[in-house]
């Protein structure tokens, strides 16, 4: 997020909350989902949803960016039902054999790769290292 202007990060951190919000997350499961500091306070998030960006921290943007993205292949997977995104998450998946939202709880960046690729194939085929022939 470092080569952003302030006023970009700020509209990729609202972005990113808005998506929490939807996602109706509590504010310990944003703060473990995005890798933000323990120090980090409730009030904090308020913060974040009007005036202030995340920190500039390379771990939490790319954290933030599989949130956006991860949003998306929802959105795309159900783009007639908003609330089915939040739904997906909660379910339990035959593939992670758990909820996607416990992955994304649970095991890190790694959780947010694995989810974002269950949902995206392309994003999946990426990570495989496969070349078009």
Known sequence: MSSMTPEER??????TMVILDSWQLKTEEMRTLLGLSEKTRAR?????????????????SRRADYVRKIAGALHTSYPTNPLMGGRWLRQRHRRFGRAPL??????????????????????SWDLSGSRPA
């Open 44 to 60: 904090s998030f308020q913060k974040f949803r009007s005036h202030e960006p995340f920190p500039d921290d390379s771990g939490v």
């Open 102 to 123: 416990a992955v994304l709880m649970e095991d890190g960046e790694a959780g947010l790769v694995a989810v974002l690729a269950e949902l995206d194939c392309t994003f």
């Open 10 to 15: 700020i509209v990729l951190t609202r972005a």
